[in-house]
């Protein structure tokens, strides 16, 4: 491979640079308009948080909602981003080509743009591409909503629909089988969440804390739940389903148990989040002004951790609360 | 192992972060202060920036370091930061901890706070650590000194000493052999570099470009004169050199060729600068204020590229001008 790490930067990844404040790509250090700034930062490895065999610009693309989720389940408006990546010692050019256009495609959408970074290359035979992204935004004017804030009484809501990604994931790893236009549906919801930055710029202000559904919808729950000090019940028969996961749900033999694999998968990157009761009209308005799906699945009580309910009021156990990588 | 994610968490990063902002590393995303910004970000991998035998105390305040190195080029005061980890599949809590101690003894030193990120592991046998960190600070007063901006008759200068660490990779590896103190300090100077920020902030509105030496002093002029569309010169015999190095070079059979292996090698993390010759007074008062040494080493000249110069006038030809990831 002629391409020099120097090349790379100048063809592939400046013409991603802001205008701006990030010189170029030409300075180790990038200005960022004086403002107040939401940041977070996600890490992707292959062969952890996705398949070697992942299309790289789908990869680059998902990198990047990752952290846009997270700055949606906040109301932040994302501005810009910084990225690190260690690409295995095999990579080509190309590879490398085209996961710049997936960030390209991605920057077009959500209007933001890269500050600087690091690339370089493993040295170990094997070493898997290992991503860091750090993304910053603007909070809303109403402020930036917490993690923390949930309190006894408030109403649980999820956006969009819960456990596509963990089927899509199940179709890819030939866990499960589904008919065409459902397996590339599902397929999609795994590659490429969608963050849900309108809507969560709609719910600072009402909101009493949020999170994004990485880890799986129980055990975020159980996030807002022990920041908060509080329990949090989701009930199982309100859970917000796709067409796709309703059938594979049809087909199941034990609809409970099949429910509390839809809420332990992760990877989702829905908002679910509390709001008092008197703000139930509010909630609804923001989800038609951001044409997002809006569901009420639960409410927080009074003890600790989330628990999801079956339709007779006992508790169903999830397995898999959350994706531990240092578990075991 | 035991300890879990949530707990390494808790345990080991929560008490390293910013009392405000950071929201005890139990949201996804942290708040920064209302202010303007200068970011950058740094990633280091075993076994290609790092040896996977360094202790992980100073691996860490060296990852600190290195990217407060580049603050510190910009003029700015470091703040806070971001890191994501991807340790080894076998990585135990206890060498997580002394990572730990590392970052909280250069926090303690520099000032800052961990204001969020990711932990993670990898899968993949034999996938190495692999670290990024985000860090940003408070441009000076006189604003950000960037990589470009020198001009054609501006002197170029250096802090510190230039080679050591070169020396001391060279003796870790048992290429070159050193007797006891000097091999302390040349292998103190790789493992442990000191960001030069007080030295930093003073040169803002006197720089007219600068940059962090870590690819090579002559690799790194490269950079200086390649934004800038000018070239540098660098006279071989005005290199600042720690009693260590000036002893190894005595013992050098080619003194020009050993001058232009300290030019040649990376990690100093000293601040290489462009500056009119009218501000002579004020670098050497910057230097005293903020007790750095600094040489006067060279010139901003009409060309392209950046050259060691002998003490005949002519060129000496400098091997490996930086470290590129991606050549051959």
Sequence with gaps: ????????????????AAE?????????????????????????IAGVHFRPDDPLDLVARKLLRVNLSDLAAKGARPVGYFLACAW????????????????????AQFRIALYGGDTTKHRAAGAPLTLSLTAFGAPARMGMIARKGAQIGDDIYVTGTIGDAGLGLAALEKRETFAKPARDYLVGRYRLPEPRLVMGGALAGHASAAIDVSDGLIADAGHIAAVGGVGIEIEAERLPLSPAAKDWLERQPAREEALARLAGFGDDYEILF??????????????????????RIGQVVKGAGARLIGADGDEIPVESPGFDHFAG
């Design 1 to 16: 491979m002629a391409a020099g790490e120097f090349d790379i930067i100048r063809s592939l990844f400046a013409p991603l």
């Design 20 to 44: 701006k404040g990030a010189f170029a790509l030409d300075d180790d250090a990038a200005l960022l308009p004086a403002a107040e700034y939401v940041a977070t930062k996600d890490m992707m």
């Design 88 to 107: 295995p010692k095999t990579a080509t050019r190309a590879q490398i080509a085209r996961f710049a256009q997936g960030l390209a495609a991605d920057q």
């Design 274 to 295: 509390a709001a008092p009761p008197n703000r139930r009209r509010s909630i609804d308005m923001a989800g038609k002004v951001s044409k997002t799906a809006v569901a």
